[in-house]
């Protein structure tokens, strides 16, 4: 059974750092692209960037690019998220999730239900 889990959320003040982690079981990591999706209360699930299984491509949304870097290492069976000069509205849960296809998984709807993790907290206050 395959399992995500993420850590480093936090609160910050707007123009911090943060750097979050997924980790993942159950499956042959490198087999799997990663994503990294936000929700906001109130709001849909938003994509934030993805990464290829190899690492060599990615692809932001356009109000996390030059402040966001994921990255990550097959070895340790993990996903980053490194979030630099967060905003207020950055403020949300963020989620990892895991898909065979680059493609879909930047698509929170071609998502099976089983390959999210939980959601970490991120808060940044002005």
């Known amino acids: 059974q395959v399992e995500l889990v993420e850590s480093g959320g936090g609160s910050v003040q707007a123009g911090g750092s943060l750097r979050l982690s997924c980790v993942v079981s159950?499956?042959?990591?490198?087999?799997?692209?990663m994503g990294w999706f936000r929700q906001a209360p109130g709001k849909e699930r938003d994509f934030v960037v993805a990464i290829n299984w190899s690492g060599l491509m990615t692809n932001y949304a356009d109000s996390v690019k030059g402040r966001f870097t994921i990255s990550r290492d097959n070895a340790k069976n993990t996903v980053y998220l490194q979030m630099n000069s967060l905003k207020p509205e950055d403020t949300a849960i963020y989620y990892c999730?895991?898909?065979?296809?680059?493609?879909?998984?930047?698509?929170?709807?071609?998502?099976?239900?089983?390959?999210w993790g939980q959601g970490t907290q991120v808060t940044v206050s002005s």
């Open positions: 999730a895991l898909d065979r296809s680059f493609r879909n998984v930047q698509v929170a709807e071609r998502v099976g239900p089983g390959y």
């Open positions: 159950g499956r042959t990591f490198s087999d799997y692209a």
